[in-house]
């Protein structure tokens, strides 16, 4: 009886000791905000509401669903006991896809520079048994293979998934989407480097009208970037998101292409500059193409005799220059054999998950 009194004032005490946290308030029925959303920010243990979101062809918020696993598996033939390298971590489920196939055998490598999202996934791996023993996590750029090699040797696989992931873009404070409110910044790291904002304080006018068509082929990059730098001139930066929504909205509707436009047609120009102007940005402020060429060009030397890697690429930048150096390394003789065309996600994935739809993949096999 003792013991049950002493047990019972020991969890009263730890109830008084732990405060109670209460639920996220939000307006209305549905949560609309990303940190209001705290089921789906939770999928371990709302597992229920994340499925009838992704059921409906939505991305949970906080979360990322890994495109064309299957294709991926399918090429790579993961055999027990093997090296693999996932270079792009992200949320981790590529990684921990190829981590099942390994069977405890092997070793898996996994590297990212986003210093906020890589301690998440490192503890959601981890509880669910992928421990040091078997996962070697690195916050690194991935443009440090040569480093990574040098120090953990050749690797029998290699995953390059380029695209950003969905809890970096749904994130307000990341400022990666112009759809809600939030700082300019679209930095991968963003403990590192200038942010989007600070970027189009420090560029001139011609640069930035050069950086969106490099970058995105943006058809108004012109008025674009005059918007931007007048406001400037007036004393406006753009320091956030809607402010850089609001320069695309302003410049389209002083264009003569879009002055007769309905406004259904007119919101649809805007969705699509707005995207194209957030990417252009986003890829200069991390460097993307210099990035992916110094991986790119450091990739023989880090694959094992016989090594394959595939590589998803999200636009026509990227896709270019992995097509090109592929094509060169088969040329030379680097490579065995490479995609003669490049392999799409399927329709169904495509419909369950829409931001799917831009990717392409290409591979490789190490001669």
């Known amino acids: 009886m003792n013991e049950f009194n002493n047990h019972e004032n020991k969890t009263e005490q730890q109830n008084q000791d732990t405060p109670h946290k209460r639920r996220v308030r939000y307006k209305g029925t549905h949560p609309r905000k990303f940190n209001e959303k ?28 890994s495109i064309m696993v299957k294709e991926i598996l399918d090429f790579i033939q993961i055999q027990p006991g093997k ?27 996994a590297l990212d520079v986003d210093s906020i999202e890589i301690v998440k996934t490192k503890k959601r791996l981890e509880e669910k048994g992928f421990g040091p023993e078997i996962l070697t996590i690195i916050q690194t750029n ?55 904002a600070e970027k189009l304080k420090e560029i001139t006018r011609d640069e930035f009208e050069w950086m969106l068509v490099e970058n995105s082929d943006e058809p108004c990059a012109a008025a674009i970037a005059k918007e931007v730098f007048e406001l400037a001139r007036k004393g406006k930066t753009v320091e956030t998101t809607k402010d850089l929504y609001n320069a695309v909205e302003a410049a389209l509707r002083k264009t003569s292409e879009y002055k007769k436009a309905s406004e259904k ?21 991390n460097s993307e193409f210099e990035v992916l060429e110094a991986f790119l060009t450091k990739l ?31 040329k030379e003789g680097i490579f065995s054999e490479i995609s003669t065309d490049v392999i799409r996600p399927s329709a169904e994935e495509c419909n369950v998950n829409p931001r799917a739809r831009s990717t392409k993949m290409r591979w490789a096999v190490k001669a």
């Not at 090296?83 to 092997?106: F, I, N």
């Not at 707005?274 to 890829?283: D, G, K, S, V, W």
Request: aromatic share 8%; with cysteine; proline share 4%.
């Open 265 to 285: 047609e007119f919101k649809e120009a805007v969705k699509k500059t707005c995207q194209r102007t957030f990417q252009a940005l986003r890829i200069d402020v």
């Open 142 to 196: 991935f443009a440090n293979i040569d480093e990574v090699a040098k120090e953990h040797g050749t690797f029998d696989f290699m995953l390059a998934d380029l695209g950003v992931s969905s809890m970096q873009i749904d994130n307000p404070e990341r400022g990666f989407s112009y759809k809600v409110d939030g700082p300019l910044d679209l930095r991968l790291d963003p403990e590192k480097g200038v942010s989007a």
């Open 38 to 65: 705290y089921k789906e920010l939770n999928p371990e243990k709302y597992g229920d509401t994340v499925q009838k979101v992704i059921s409906k062809g939505s991305t949970p918020a906080g979360m990322h669903i």
């Open 83 to 109: 090296k693999r390298l996932d270079a792009t971590l992200g949320y981790g489920g590529h990684t921990s896809k190829m981590l099942e196939q390994l069977q405890g055998k092997g070793h898996m490598y």
């Open 300 to 330: 023989p030397d880090v694959l094992s005799s016989g090594g394959r890697v595939a590589i998803l690429t999200f636009h026509s930048g990227e896709d270019r220059m992995v097509k090109k150096l592929f094509k060169q390394y088969a």
